[in-house]
């Protein structure tokens, strides 16, 4: 009998090894289960939604106890984010839950713990290190600083941008103001709303463009005959010009710097004509300059004019 045993073991172990009697019997072994959770999550006392990730390679399921604690989803395979939320917790006393994750073979943990409500979290906090913030007729950029611990929105002036518009914890925040064009100063105020916090505000305040007007002469003569003259306005503001009814000219309004053109009709009285042109611009005094025009010759009857030549 012994010499049979020998074979006979030999079968039994290709068989426990995978083999079935046919070819292929050396095909590897199936894969491992893998099934990993964060052993471990503490929550806050006013309630609060957060996520975990199970990590695996096989399906999944979850059970859990406390009713104060809610999961999505309770299953699921391979890697995954699960959502878990917590209602307020107004009790004195430490709450604990667990969540039990099953997959393939294995069976993994995770402690879930929410603060008393006793417990108070940091109160809320936002500040900023300036009140005021200035800019020169130009404009330009300036930084003010926030310090918080929450979620904040800023507003500002719509002649100001900022670098961002909205932020959480601190920031440093940049303030471009454009130029300045009118003659009045700006003002305006940013302002800063933090959740749960009372908000913070910066008076900002830019200055107005210094106006200016002035022409390159104060007289224009011209001949009997008249003619056209000219004259330079130099500005950085609006104006108007205005001149005698025997003038004329090429505008009478505009905008910053200009050359005028000024034409005068012949003089056919035997009177100098004069007047003035006047340049108004808005917050500066007025500009002027003389016009005068010589007289035309007179005709009288008997006058050596009407002789005839010998």
């Known amino acids: ?30 894969s491992k289960d893998y099934l990993s959770v964060p052993p471990s999550l503490e929550l806050l006392a ?24 809610t999961v999505n989803p309770m299953s699921g395979a391979n890697n995954q984010s699960i959502i878990i939320s917590a209602t307020k917790n107004t009790t004195g006393d430490v709450r604990t839950a667990v969540l039990t994750v099953s997959g393939g073979s294995l069976v993994r943990t995770v402690t879930v713990t929410q603060a008393k409500a006793n417990d108070t979290p ?12 200035n800019f020169e007729t130009k404009g330009g950029k300036q930084s003010f600083v926030i310090t918080s611990n929450t979620n904040w929105t800023i507003s500002s002036p719509a002649w100001c941008s900022l670098s961002t518009t909205s932020g959480s914890g601190n920031a440093t925040i940049t303030v471009d103001a454009s130029e300045n064009t009118t003659i009045e100063q700006r003002t305006g105020q940013i302002v800063i709303n933090g959740e749960g916090v009372d908000g913070a505000s ?19 003569n011209f001949e009997t005959k ?34 005028i053109t000024v034409e005068a009709g012949e003089n056919t009285t035997t009177e100098q004509r004069t007047g003035q042109i006047v340049i108004n611009g808005e917050g500066v005094d007025a500009a002027t300059i003389a016009v005068t ?3 035309g010759e007179s005709h009288e009857p008997g006058s050596d004019d009407n002789i005839p030549p010998s």
């Open 1 to 30: 009998m012994k010499k049979y045993i020998l074979p006979f073991l030999l079968v039994i172990f290709i068989t426990a090894c995978g083999g079935d009697g046919s070819e292929g019997g050396n095909a590897p072994a199936p």
């Open 46 to 69: 006013d309630g609060q939604t957060t996520e975990i990730t199970i990590s695996a390679n096989c399906r999944w399921t979850i059970t859990k106890d406390g009713d104060w604690l």
């Open 122 to 133: 940091e109160a809320p906090s936002l500040s900023v290190n300036t009140t005021t913030l």
């Open 202 to 220: 910066i008076n900002v305040t830019q200055q107005a463009k210094v106006p200016s007007l002035a022409v390159n002469t104060t007289t224009l």
């Open 226 to 259: 008249g003619g056209k003259q000219s004259f330079v306005i130099t500005s950085n503001i609006s104006w108007t010009i205005s001149c005698p009814a025997w003038c004329s000219l090429s505008t009478t309004s505009g905008n910053g710097n200009a050359t």
């Open 293 to 295: 025009q010589q007289p």
